[in-house]
């Protein structure tokens, strides 16, 4: 994508992200954030511009590249059908795997499990934007956002919101606002290219642990986070997030590296000694229970010294290159 406006839209969203993680080395990531989802002019030009770049740049980019197999919306469709429907569903199979693995914990385990039922599926799309999983009939969806893009979409910070055991969501119709969710809800829960919003590691697993008290056990939580490296440059950085997702209690079913970003899909055990199992086996000196994404890594820039309100983004050469890996290329469907 080398059209000008295209670059800025994703300069714009790149220096919300940066702007964010600096706040948050030098205030209270909290307050930094509260502070932050007050910022409606921001908010609001953060959800225009990324609307545009997903659907007018970047499937504009795959319908000409013809790589709709690199779509992250459709992965997650298919990896959703997949693991709940199919001849053989993917569920039982990790079902098995997970049971050995306890009876290797536990020699007298013994469960009754009982058929996994679903119509519809259940799902759950934190940091929605503009509501990409609509369109797909299969789906139950709720969409949620802090910047709606879309009537579709409800307003709802998912760091803050509270989980209860209800049998539905709370929501406050009239101002599109979900206020509380029901735990153990959903079948599948979808973090798009949300995490790295998150500006510390400690608020993105804040969100993993919340994903999982919505999830059904046995129901899935993908994610999908921008990675224009090759691949298995970032294989450690991957692993490291294996394992503070098992502590939790989820397991990595399936990973997978398509042009732009890397896609994962964990299942939360019905067992929860299971993922500490696999911690136990598998972790490495390096590991440690954190979120890190590899931009926490950069220097702080001067950008974020600007004031509160306006976007202060100057991109040097050397940004361009890096938006145009991180973002241009990026496939999406339409919504
Ligand atoms: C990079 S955009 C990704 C949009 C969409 N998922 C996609 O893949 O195109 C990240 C989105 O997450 C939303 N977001 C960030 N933090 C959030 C939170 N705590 N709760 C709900 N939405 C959030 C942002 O407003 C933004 O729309």
Same mark, same amino acid.
């Given at each position: 994508?080398?059209?000008?406006?295209g670059?800025?839209?994703?300069?714009l #969203?790149?220096?919300?992200?940066?702007?964010?993680?600096?706040?948050?080395?030098?205030?209270?990531?909290?307050?930094v954030?509260?502070q932050?989802v007050?910022?409606g002019?921001?908010?609001?030009?953060?959800?225009?511009?990324?609307?545009?770049l997903a659907?007018?740049?970047?499937?504009?980019?795959?319908?000409?590249?013809?790589k709709?197999?690199?779509?992250r919306?459709?992965?997650?469709?298919?990896?959703?059908?997949n693991?709940?429907?199919g001849?053989?569903?993917?569920?039982?199979?990790f079902?098995?795997?997970?049971d050995?693995?306890k009876?290797?914990?536990d020699?007298?385990?013994?469960?009754e499990?009982?058929?996994?039922?679903?119509g519809?599926?259940?799902?759950?799309?934190?940091?929605?934007c503009?509501?990409?999983?609509?369109?797909?009939?299969?789906?139950?969806?709720?969409?949620?956002?802090?910047?709606?893009?879309q009537?579709?979409v409800?307003?709802?910070?998912?760091?803050?919101?509270?989980v209860?055991r209800?049998?539905?969501?709370?929501?406050?119709?009239?101002?599109?606002?979900?206020?509380?969710?029901?735990?153990?809800?959903?079948?599948?829960?979808?973090?798009?290219?949300l995490l790295?919003?998150?500006?510390?590691p400690?608020?993105?697993?804040?969100?993993?642990?919340?994903?999982?008290?919505l999830?059904?056990?046995?129901? #899935?939580?993908?994610?999908?986070?921008?990675?224009?490296?090759?691949?298995g440059?970032n294989?450690?950085?991957?692993?490291n997030?294996?394992?503070?997702?098992?502590l939790?209690?989820?397991?990595?079913?399936?990973?997978?590296?398509?042009?732009?970003?890397?896609?994962?899909?964990?299942?939360?055990?019905?067992?929860?000694?299971?993922?500490i199992?696999?911690c136990e086996?598998?972790?490495?000196?390096?590991?440690?229970?954190?979120?890190?994404?590899p931009?926490?890594?950069?220097?702080?820039?001067?950008?974020?010294?600007?004031?509160?309100?306006k976007?202060?983004?100057?991109?040097?050469?050397?940004?361009?290159g890096?938006?145009?890996?991180?973002f241009?290329?990026?496939?999406?469907?339409?919504?």
């Amino acid at each position: 994508m080398d059209d000008p406006e295209g670059l800025e839209l994703s300069g714009l #969203i790149k220096s919300v992200h940066q702007r964010l993680r600096d706040s948050a080395k030098s205030s209270d990531p909290e307050v930094v954030w509260k502070q932050h989802v007050r910022d409606g002019e921001l908010l609001k030009n953060y959800a225009d511009a990324m609307h545009k770049l997903a659907t007018r740049y970047w499937d504009r980019t795959m319908e000409v590249s013809c790589k709709r197999s690199n779509s992250r919306i459709e992965w997650v469709v298919e990896s959703c059908r997949n693991y709940f429907h199919g001849a053989t569903p993917l569920l039982y199979l990790f079902r098995e795997k997970e049971d050995k693995v306890k009876k290797a914990i536990d020699a007298n385990h013994h469960h009754e499990y009982q058929p996994y039922p679903v119509g519809q599926i259940k799902l759950l799309d934190v940091g929605s934007c503009y509501d990409p999983f609509v369109a797909f009939p299969d789906f139950d969806v709720t969409a949620i956002d802090i910047a709606p893009a879309q009537a579709s979409v409800w307003y709802c910070d998912f760091l803050e919101v509270e989980v209860r055991r209800i049998a539905e969501p709370l929501k406050s119709v009239e101002q599109r606002v979900i206020e509380v969710f029901p735990g153990e809800h959903y079948d599948a829960i979808v973090f798009s290219l949300l995490l790295e919003y998150l500006p510390t590691p400690d608020q993105r697993i804040r969100c993993c642990r919340k994903a999982y008290d919505l999830l059904k056990p046995e129901g #899935i939580l993908l994610i999908i986070t921008p990675d224009s490296r090759h691949q298995g440059a970032n294989a450690k950085l991957m692993k490291n997030w294996r394992y503070t997702l098992a502590l939790i209690g989820f397991s990595r079913i399936k990973i997978e590296k398509l042009e732009h970003v890397t896609c994962m899909v964990f299942r939360r055990s019905i067992f929860p000694e299971v993922g500490i199992r696999w911690c136990e086996i598998h972790r490495e000196a390096y590991m440690q229970p954190v979120l890190n994404i590899p931009q926490d890594f950069n220097e702080t820039t001067p950008a974020s010294n600007n004031d509160g309100g306006k976007i202060d983004f100057v991109r040097t050469d050397e940004d361009d290159g890096e938006i145009r890996n991180a973002f241009a290329g990026l496939p999406f469907v339409d919504s």
